[in-house]
C-alpha cells in the first residue's frame, strides 16, 4: 500500500495526494478547440486546454469541477468554467485558444474548492457511521451549490438521524486525521466503494470512522469539517434519500435560521424555545377563525339566495337578474347564479367587486332559454364595459373595469 499516488498518463494530478495546492505553473500539452451546445439554439466554440500537471479536480462522482482561472505569460487571465476527465485525460475548458507549449499558471478558485471539500469529508464521516452501526450503503451521492444529497439503501428514522449527527459532531470535535492510500490490489484493504474496482484505486481513511474509495480531495482532519447538519430526509427506492451541509454552508444555514427565528420570536412575541408554541396557537386561532368565516359565508350565500329566489318570483317575466356585491368569492357567486337558472327564464347576472377595483362577473343562462347565446353576449359586453372573459353558450366568466352604473344600464336591455 502507497502514501502516494504514481501519477500516470499525460497529467500530473496535483490534487490527489495535496488536496491544498492551490496553483501551479503547468505547460499546455494540447488545446483542443470544441463546439458548446448553450441550449438557446446556438452554439460556440471553447477550448480544451490539457496541461502536464493540475490542481483542477474535474466533474466526476456526483462532484462539480473546480472553478478558476489560467493565467498566461502576458498576465491575460482566462476563467476555467469547466473541467472534464475525457479518455482518462484531464481537460480544462476556457474560452479562449491558448498555443501548444505556453506555459501558465493554473489557479484554483481556493473558497469553493475548501467548502467542498469539507462537505466532501462530512459526508464519509456520516456515511462511515451509516456503514458501521446499521451496515448500509452508499448508493448515490450528490454535491450542489450548497449542500450534498445521499442515498442510502436502508430505512434511517429521525431517532437514527438524531444519534448519527450526535456521532457525527463528536468524530469531528476528535478532530482525526484524514489520509489517501493507494492499495496495490482491492484484497488489500477493506473499503466502502459504489463501484467494483480493480485498479487506481484510491482510499480515503477517516482514522476509526470510514475507509471509502474516493478520487475527489478531502481536507487533512475532521476537525477541519467543522460541522455537520442533516437538514431532510425522505423514503426512496426502499432506502432512504437525506441532505446535509457541512463546514461554512452548515454555519451559514444557521445563520439563515437565526434570522428566520428571529423574524418569528418578534412576531409571535415569544421566546426562542416557545415560538413552536406560539406557532401553534395561532393554527389553532386560524383555523377557528377559518370556520367562522365559512360559517358566514354560508349566511350570506343563504341571503343572497333568498333575496334570488323572491326576485325572480315577484318578477317572472324579467330575462336578467343581477348580483352585485363586494364581498363574494368565486365559489359563492356561482353557488347563486347555478342555483338562480333553475328557476329564472333567462340570464342571471353576479357581479363581486367596487367602481374603483372593478368588478369580476360570472353569468349563467336557463337551459330552457334560447336567447341569448352567452358567447357572443360576453363579446358585446366586453366591448361594452371594457371586459375580457368568455364560456360557453350557458355560462361565463371574466371581469370589467366599467362603474356599476355603467354595467346596470348596459344590462337593461336584456331585462
Known amino acids: 500500500m502507497n502514501n502516494k499516488r504514481v501519477n500516470s498518463g499525460m497529467t500530473q494530478v496535483l490534487y490527489e495526494d495535496d488536496a491544498y495546492t492551490k496553483e501551479c505553473v503547468a505547460k499546455v500539452l494540447e488545446c483542443r478547440e470544441r463546439i458548446k451546445d448553450t441550449g438557446k439554439d446556438e452554439a460556440k466554440t471553447v477550448y480544451g486546454i490539457v496541461l502536464d500537471c493540475t490542481p483542477f479536480f474535474p466533474e466526476g462522482g456526483g462532484q462539480p469541477a473546480d472553478k478558476g482561472v489560467v493565467i498566461l505569460e502576458n498576465n491575460d487571465v482566462l476563467q476555467v468554467f469547466d473541467v472534464q476527465k475525457e479518455d482518462g485525460v484531464i481537460v480544462h475548458y476556457v474560452s479562449n485558444p491558448i498555443e501548444k507549449g505556453s506555459v501558465i499558471t493554473a489557479q484554483l478558485n481556493w473558497a469553493v474548492r475548501y467548502e467542498r471539500m469539507q462537505n466532501h469529508s462530512g459526508e464519509h464521516l456520516f456515511c462511515g457511521l451509516i456503514h458501521k452501526l446499521y451496515g448500509y450503503e452508499n448508493v448515490g451521492f450528490h454535491m450542489s451549490a450548497n449542500c450534498v444529497t445521499v442515498d442510502v439503501n436502508g430505512v434511517l428514522t429521525a431517532e437514527d438521524?438524531?444519534?448519527?449527527?450526535i456521532l457525527a459532531n463528536e468524530g469531528i470535535d476528535r478532530n482525526v486525521a484524514i489520509s489517501a492510500v493507494y492499495p496495490d490490489s482491492p484484497d488489500e484493504l477493506q473499503y466502502r466503494s459504489k463501484l467494483d474496482l480493480t485498479e487506481e484505486i484510491r482510499v480515503v481513511l477517516i482514522e476509526g470512522y470510514d475507509a471509502c474509495a474516493c478520487c475527489a480531495p478531502h481536507v487533512k482532519t475532521t476537525g477541519e469539517i467543522?460541522?455537520?447538519?442533516?437538514?431532510?430526509?425522505?423514503?426512496?427506492?426502499?432506502?432512504?434519500r437525506f441532505t446535509l451541509k457541512a463546514g461554512k454552508w452548515a454555519r451559514e444555514d444557521y445563520g439563515i435560521l437565526h434570522e428566520e427565528i428571529g423574524q418569528m420570536m418578534r412576531l409571535f412575541s415569544a421566546k426562542r424555545e416557545a415560538c413552536h408554541l406560539a406557532a401553534e396557537r395561532v393554527s389553532r386561532q386560524m383555523k377557528e377563525q377559518q370556520e367562522t368565516i365559512t360559517s358566514l359565508k354560508k349566511q350570506i350565500t343563504d341571503l343572497y339566495r333568498n333575496q334570488l329566489k323572491k326576485a325572480i318570483e315577484?318578477?317572472?317575466?324579467?330575462?336578467?337578474?343581477?348580483?352585485?356585491?363586494?364581498?363574494?368569492?368565486?365559489?359563492?357567486?356561482?353557488?347563486?347564479?347555478?342555483e338562480g337558472v333553475l328557476t329564472a327564464p333567462g340570464i342571471v347576472a353576479g357581479f363581486a367587486g367596487t367602481d374603483d377595483s372593478g368588478y369580476r362577473y360570472i353569468i349563467g343562462k336557463n337551459e330552457a332559454a334560447e336567447e341569448p347565446d352567452l358567447r357572443a353576449f360576453a363579446k358585446e359586453m366586453n366591448a361594452a364595459l371594457n371586459g375580457r372573459g368568455g364560456g360557453s353558450i350557458k355560462m361565463i366568466q371574466g371581469s370589467v373595469t366599467a362603474k356599476r352604473a355603467e354595467i346596470e344600464a348596459w344590462l337593461k336591455d336584456y331585462q
Open 314 to 338: 315577484n318578477n317572472p317575466d324579467n330575462k336578467c337578474h343581477v348580483i352585485f356585491d363586494a364581498s363574494l368569492d368565486e365559489v359563492q357567486m356561482r353557488t347563486l347564479i347555478n
Open 226 to 240: 467543522g460541522l455537520i447538519k442533516v437538514m431532510d430526509f425522505m423514503s426512496h427506492r426502499g432506502g432512504t
Open 161 to 165: 438521524f438524531a444519534k448519527l449527527e
